[in-house]
């Protein structure tokens, strides 16, 4: 039974009964079967089943023998992007072009008199159209009001013709440097890739504070029922961080953000001179920059070395100019910002490295340098992210969604280094793992399956695609808390079930050190506790 947790504005107490799961500073496995909470909402101590219980204390939890585990956190996501995606038209459901019609269209009707329609999670390649859709096939489902849809993965956005009309797009316009305007018969076709996705934006109508506010509770309560404790927000501008501020001020923010700021002038607006403290009890802080270098595999915007195997010529993009990068980062490093980089191609991660080479004779200490993704790396260049103790921020779903695509991309003798988990390991390289919310689904146990496997939710490819990259559950499980911690400058804060830690903490539904993968896929989260109190239970 739980009771007293009304008067405390922390608890404190026992949570007995319980088959306790976390890692050792080393990374092992350990077990417990009670765990004593101080009255500030922090790890006092572990019970084994031969301790003393505390005599009174403020509540107590009876566990029942189920498990327990560290809060996890999501080393890569975009918290309000997943707000808003519970707020919009969703596609990533949809298997068809005309499918998503049918859902375009549904929901146009349900939505009657909005100036315009906007969504998310599409995705050319789930549909098997081998090619980008066109603003043409949108018009079919809706051509009386601007619809503006974003690819899943952000990096591409799809028009109808009303929305490019509104935009002033015609034939003329140029993409800006970093962008690329899909044509057909010389005219714009509807899609627009990573910096061309403004031409649209820029006339798309911003979210007022009140839907911001509902949708930053949406994905708060979303991150909680998957176990999430905190979560690296990547990319956070200043109407994101109000919001935010706005749930610290009235009390309601659960959830612990990493803020990374979008870019060096929202970093600036947002801290100003440095990071900011942590607020709200450890549950906010702005902590350094996100930059952009390539686009995405999906939309053939990651920068390769090489051309595109399925579209000669192409080899993606340079978001970012090599003199340009190396300015921002430094213009982050000298006021003491973390710098997240992301880079997707074998080329944008050689140049990432190559920059962190260069930059850490002049900006010494611990820098903690992240390139988010590393998704596509030369071997070549893999040992090169030790050598400055360079964090990698992976996301393990990625591999499972997409080693098709991959293959189709580039082929199989130009990704010996994709997804190279094990490998980064084996090389003492930092780990962090996350979800890319709303691209993939920020529920954490599919991520530690595919960690584990290599193989997607239908056991594909059967023994795991390049399977000499897997890793074990406790590794793993330690790149989903203690790795992602330490990314976010945070490790002595929160990411370990250890004394003077806040207590952020899972019950679920099995013992995942038992299960097989495919059962870890399948956990329930039944209860979530962030800083000794419940937050989340499974109703």
Request: hydrophobic share 45%; no cysteine.
């Amino acid at each position: 039974m739980l009771s007293g947790l009304a008067a405390p504005a922390f608890a404190s107490g026992l949570v007995d009964d319980v088959n306790g799961i976390a890692l050792d500073d080393k990374g092992k496995l350990l077990s417990f079967n009670g765990l004593v909470i101080s009255d500030d909402g922090k790890v006092e101590k572990l019970l084994q089943p031969k301790d003393k219980r505390p005599e009174r204390p403020t509540f107590r939890l009876d566990g029942k023998g189920r498990t327990l585990i560290p809060g996890m956190i999501d080393g890569h996501g975009h918290v309000m992007g997943l707000g808003l995606a519970l707020l919009t038209l969703d596609l990533s459901d949809t298997r068809s072009l005309a499918e998503a019609q049918a859902k375009i269209r549904a929901y146009a009707s349900e939505n009657a008199g909005r100036k315009w329609i906007i969504g998310t999670g599409w995705n050319q390649e789930l549909w098997g159209l081998g090619r980008f859709p066109t603003a043409a096939e949108l018009d079919a489902a809706v051509a009386d009001i601007p619809v503006w849809l974003e690819r899943v993965d952000g990096h591409a956005g799809w028009a109808n013709s009303a929305a490019m009309q509104a935009a002033g797009i015609t034939a003329a316009t140029k993409a800006p440097p970093g962008g690329r305007i899909e044509s057909a018969g010389g005219k714009p076709s509807g899609v627009f890739v990573d910096a061309a996705k403004a031409l649209i934006e820029r006339v798309v109508p911003p979210p007022a504070p009140k839907d911001r506010d509902l949708a930053f509770a949406k994905a708060q309560d979303k991150l909680l029922s998957l176990g999430i404790t905190a979560i690296a927000d990547m990319g956070t501008t200043m109407d994101d961080w109000q919001t935010f501020r706005r749930s610290g001020d009235r009390g309601v923010l659960r959830v612990r953000i990493m803020a990374y700021a979008a870019g060096i002038d929202q970093m600036v607006a947002i801290a100003g001179p440095e990071p900011t403290p942590w607020l709200y009890d450890d549950r906010l802080r702005l902590t350094g920059v996100k930059l952009y270098l390539d686009g995405a595999l999906g939309s053939r915007g990651a920068w390769l070395k090489a051309d595109y195997s399925d579209a000669p010529g192409q080899r993606g993009l340079p978001l970012t100019g090599s003199t340009q990068l190396r300015n921002q980062m430094s213009r982050a490093a000298m006021d003491n910002f973390q710098v997240a980089i992301h880079a997707i191609g074998d080329q944008a991660n050689a140049e990432v490295l190559d920059a962190i080479e260069e930059l850490s004779g002049t900006y010494r200490g611990d820098r903690r340098w992240r390139i988010e993704h590393a998704q596509i790396v030369d071997p070549v260049d893999l040992p090169r992210f030790a050598t400055h103790g360079t964090i990698a921020s992976m996301q393990p779903v990625h591999e499972a969604s997409d080693w098709r695509m991959a293959l189709a991309r580039m082929g199989e003798a130009r990704l010996q280094g994709a997804y190279a988990w094990r490998t980064m390991l084996d090389n003492k390289v930092p780990l962090a793992f996350g979800s890319d919310v709303p691209v993939e689904s920020a529920n954490p146990f599919p991520g530690l399956a595919v960690a584990m496997t290599r193989e997607d939710a239908k056991g594909e490819p059967f023994g795991g695609w390049m399977p000499q990259q897997r890793i074990r559950l406790e590794e793993a499980l330690a790149a989903f808390t203690r790795g992602a911690a330490y990314a976010g400058f945070a490790e002595q804060r929160f990411g370990a079930l250890a004394p003077g830690q806040q207590a952020d903490f899972l019950l679920i539904d099995r013992d995942i050190t038992l299960a097989r993968p495919t059962e870890i896929r399948e956990t329930q989260v039944l209860e979530t506790w962030v800083g000794g109190q419940r937050a989340y239970v499974r109703r």
